[in-house]
């Protein structure tokens, strides 16, 4: 399958959002004829503002850069789940000759209709995600010797719902500062905005064991990072068996050679899997030309728009369990009782304010799962009202307001949270820009997080998070909520503690 401007239209108003990307810089993208969702149909393209790399692969199904439904999000994380159920099976040789089989039909059926889903439009899809999900059930595995490792910041939540469809210990890296803990390894990213990544968990054995090690991200272009993970990892505690996961693997071939080597190396087993591959052609010269088109793009005109009206929910531990961060590891997510106690105090609050659909409900950085479990739960609480979800990122992206670009609008303001580089910039994307304006955003800051940090900016010339968020929709409303931060004591607590539920 090739990114030809035409080519790879979705529905036949909607051009493929990968188009302009394309056809100005000469990106191609193809899908392997086996890969079980088409390349395509999970990402678009844009620019980014990076020396590193020219392009990002904006996904269709993490809801990180793109608004989308919340049920889309948990059914590909599921989706991805239970590829990793597969593998892990597969591997530890588990299943009978039938069984695989059926399984092997069950997931090339979800994957289908994950792909009829895509093929619809945003609102229409109610439907075909029912019907999605109802496969999935149907799918679950559960593998709750496996550690899952997700990747800061995008696949945070990503890595979560893997976890979750494996009923596994999950924890995620960080580029968070926590006071208290100190990180137990640590690895880098190399292309990325911010390199460095931590991690901290709490126990002092949440590796131990010989389970496997499951590390997921939302998408492999070279592997290196996930090289680097392992590495760092197999040096703690060597496992015999790495399972790594991602929405797409576009992997070259010689890449593919290093995860061998590398295998070889360390004398264990190294397995990929992942909902759409394939590789991807990018034309000559694609930085420099990148920085020329980035030079002559006019720039976006943010428009005369009153700022909406800026509210808060502010939650006690009495209203709602102090939600701990998976970042520290944890056993399980946070429970219904306290997803649901959020959503009904958040739909009240709607409610009685008279705030206006549609609703964006957004998530801060690494702050992905919760708040995507919350917007699923307010579908129910709204009836009638379009309920999105997408999260904050550090990733600078050039927005490009035309059809055919992966991103429209661009908010900027000021980090709220503690990290190891300081107070910076932060973005959210397709939350302005054309047709995009939502009656209502619902930010989740950072569990933990005072008032004053998202009304005053921690650096001049930019706004705070709630003054941007307000500037994109009628009402801005913030949810703090309790955070339960680990002590320098806890870190001598077992790797299956609970979670804050």
């Not at 695989?100 to 209709?113: E, P």
Request: glycine share 8%; with cysteine.
């Amino acid at each position: 399958m090739t990114a030809a401007p035409t080519a790879h239209s979705l529905t036949a108003d909607v051009p493929w959002n990968g188009d302009f990307v394309a056809r100005e810089l000469g990106v191609r993208l193809h899908s392997d004829p086996a890969a079980a969702v088409a390349v395509a149909e999970l990402v678009g393209l844009a620019l980014r503002r990076n020396p590193k790399r020219a392009h990002l692969l904006v996904s269709t199904v993490l809801a990180k850069h793109i608004p989308a439904e919340p049920a889309l999000v948990m059914a590909a994380g599921a989706l991805l789940g239970a590829f990793v159920a597969a593998e892990l099976e597969a591997a530890l040789g588990g299943g009978t000759g039938a069984h695989n089989v059926g399984l092997h039909r069950g997931l090339s059926a979800a994957a289908a209709q994950l792909s009829t889903v895509l093929h619809s439009t945003v609102g229409q899809r109610g439907k075909a995600l029912a019907a999605l999900t109802a496969q999935l059930e149907q799918l679950s595995s559960q593998a709750p010797e496996a550690i899952v490792i997700g990747y800061a910041e995008t696949a945070t939540g990503l890595g979560r719902l893997v976890a979750n469809a494996l009923g596994a210990f999950y924890i995620h890296s960080t580029r968070h500062a926590t006071p208290g803990v100190e990180p137990s390894a640590g690895f880098q990213e190399g292309h990325s905005h911010a390199t460095s990544h931590a991690m901290v968990p709490t126990s002092p054995q949440w590796l131990d064991g010989d389970g496997p090690v499951v590390l997921v991200d939302d998408e492999f272009s070279t592997g290196s990072t996930v090289i680097n993970t392992i590495r760092e990892l197999h040096a703690l505690v060597p496992h015999s068996l790495y399972v790594v996961a991602a929405l797409i693997d576009l992997r070259s071939a010689a890449d593919k050679a290093r995860f061998e080597a590398l295998a070889a190396e360390l004398d264990c087993r190294i397995k990929v899997t992942a909902l759409g591959t394939g590789h991807i052609e990018l034309g000559s010269d694609i930085l420099g030309r990148a920085a020329e088109l980035i030079a002559e793009l006019p720039p976006v005109e943010a428009g005369t728009v009153a700022a909406g009206r800026l509210s808060f929910v502010e939650l006690s531990a009495a209203q709602a369990a102090p939600i701990r961060s998976d970042r520290f590891g944890n056993a399980a997510p946070p429970d219904q009782t306290t997803i649901a106690a959020i959503a009904r105090q958040v739909a009240a609050h709607l409610q009685t304010t008279a705030c206006q659909g549609p609703v964006a409900v957004v998530g801060c950085e690494e702050n992905m799962f919760l708040p995507l479990a919350v917007s699923h739960a307010l579908e129910a609480l709204l009836p009638g009202t379009q309920v999105l979800f997408s999260t904050t990122t550090r990733s600078p992206i050039v927005p490009v307001d035309t059809p055919g670009y992966a991103v429209n609008g661009a908010l900027s303001f000021a980090s709220h949270d503690l990290s190891h580089d300081g107070p910076g910039i932060r973005f959210a994307y397709n939350l302005n820009g054309s047709h995009q304006r939502p009656g209502t955003i619902v930010v989740f800051p950072e569990p933990g997080t005072p008032r004053n940090a998202v009304v005053h900016s921690s650096v001049s010339q930019l706004p705070s998070l709630g003054a941007a968020m307000a500037t994109a929709a009628r009402d801005a409303v913030v949810v703090l909520l309790p955070a339960d931060i680990p002590s320098p004591c806890s870190t001598t607590a077992p790797r299956q503690e609970s979670s804050a539920s």
